[in-house]
């Protein structure tokens, strides 16, 4: 079986209380199973309740040996490291690969500041599983047993990656934190800082690298993605923070004819109920019949709203 199972579905912050019930308040922390594989992306606070999940399992005799793939360091992604509690099992075995935006830093160090006397009693070298630490850009790479990963950049305020698991014919492709690549150079002749040869270079790019991130998520069976903001609030005051609306998802799941797009990374202030509206709002838009899109022919999607705790098979 091929499957994923949600940890944690919120950005930015953990939010539990009264309002975060049904969808959950905890941050991005997926768990993805190849049959006996165990694959982790990202250890938000959602690590919390995978780690006592997986270290029950050990108690009786299942040992710990997973891969675990980081998006990017925003500590969203990662404050759920220092609580995974696997990590103080000397039978645990994990390889941790991610990305880091500056040479002077290392993915091992960003994740051992947690473990400082600072912040925390227990320092990395102290723990009793076997972590090894791996950098990586664009890559892919061959997990065993019919598992393969292929990264890709997203566009984001720092590094990010996202991942492409495929798995006997079946794929699912994590795509978070992103939003669409926009030209970063003026296109109004008016502007004073406007220049024609820079403005065409940059909406050249921009549609090269959105040509090439919908390719990366073609034909997946699962797509998890960035949907924190409607394209309201996006077009409002959010482009440039590193995040998706609900319609830019959509579009590019049925431009890229996805199977299931998962949205994700909740904003922290969308409570259950707004949530629930949500799904209702766009299910149509997702559900409507095949056209001809700007990119391509379009199919429609099955459109899920991630929540805590939910299994969903490729």
């Known amino acids: 079986m091929f499957s994923v199972r949600f940890w944690g579905v919120r950005g930015s912050v953990a939010c539990p209380g009264p309002d975060t019930v049904i969808y959950g308040g905890n941050t991005a922390c997926l768990e993805i199973r190849a049959d006996d594989r165990l694959v982790i992306v990202d250890l938000g606070s959602g690590a919390r309740e995978l780690g006592n999940r997986l270290s029950k399992q050990a108690q009786k005799g299942a040992a710990i040996d997973a891969d675990i793939f980081i998006t990017h360091t925003h500590w969203d992604h990662i404050m759920g490291f220092p609580v995974f509690s696997p990590i103080f099992m000397p039978t645990t075995k994990l390889r941790i690969r991610g990305p880091v935006s500056y040479e002077d830093t290392t993915l091992e160090k960003i994740l051992s500041n947690q473990l400082s006397y600072d912040y925390w009693p227990v320092r990395l070298n102290e723990l009793a599983a076997r972590i090894e630490f791996d950098q990586i850009g664009e890559t892919s790479l061959d997990l065993g047993g019919g598992l393969t990963v292929t990264s890709k950049t ?161």
């Open 154 to 314: 997203l566009n984001h305020s720092i590094l990010c990656l996202g991942y492409r698991f495929e798995y006997q014919g079946k794929s699912i492709v994590t795509a978070f934190d992103t939003e669409p690549f926009n030209n970063p150079f003026s296109a109004e002749p008016v502007d004073p800082d406007y220049d024609s040869t820079a403005a065409l270079e940059g909406e050249k790019a921009a549609l090269e690298e959105n040509a090439l991130f919908l390719n990366f998520i073609r034909g997946a069976n699962v797509l998890i993605y960035d949907c924190m903001y409607t394209e309201k609030e996006y077009r409002a005051s959010k482009i440039g923070w590193g995040h998706s609306s609900f319609e830019e998802a959509i579009r590019n799941a049925r431009r890229a004819q996805v199977e299931k797009l998962v949205c994700f990374h909740h904003d922290p202030g969308r409570t259950d109920r707004q949530l629930d509206a949500i799904k209702r709002r766009y299910y149509p838009a997702a559900a409507k019949p095949p056209g001809k899109g700007a990119r391509g022919e379009e199919r429609p999607v099955e459109l899920i709203v991630a929540r805590e705790g939910s299994l969903i098979k490729a």
